[in-house]
């Protein structure tokens, strides 16, 4: 298992979803089948770049191919919230969708439902 300092590699504040891709790209050129990525000296870290950061290492979070260590109290947290925002359900409506060509087809529509 290799360790990567994601700080040294990319920089100590971590601002913006496309520096979270290429960090991936970097991992992933890699070639290494098992990761450590070490958050030490880290000092900040963006909600979007740590959203970005979890959708594309979770699969491997998940599979323990991906290890998560040093991580900043704050970092830590955000990295809960976006967790915690990431597999909720999403509601799918079976509603029937109405289309009209006008306002006068739309009220014709409605008082036949009020009927």
């Excluded at 700080?7 to 100590?12: F, G, S, T, V």
């Excluded at 520096?19 to 070490?38: C, M, Q, T």
């Excluded at 909720?88 to 306002?103: G, N, Q």
Aim: a negative charge.
């Amino acid at each position: 298992m290799n360790t990567f300092n994601i700080a040294k590699i990319l920089n100590p504040d971590l601002m913006s979803r496309p520096l979270a891709d290429d960090f991936y790209n970097y991992i992933k050129n890699s070639h290494e089948s098992k990761v450590i990525i070490d958050f030490s000296e880290v000092h900040f870290a963006t909600r979007s770049f740590m959203d970005e950061f979890y959708v594309l290492f979770q699969d491997g979070l998940r599979k323990s191919e991906v290890k998560l260590i040093n991580l900043p109290p704050d970092v830590e947290k955000t990295l809960e919230a976006v967790k915690s925002t990431q597999n909720k359900k999403k509601v799918i409506s079976d509603a029937t969708i109405v289309k009209t060509k006008d306002i006068q087809d739309l009220e014709q529509y409605l008082s036949a439902l009020a009927i």
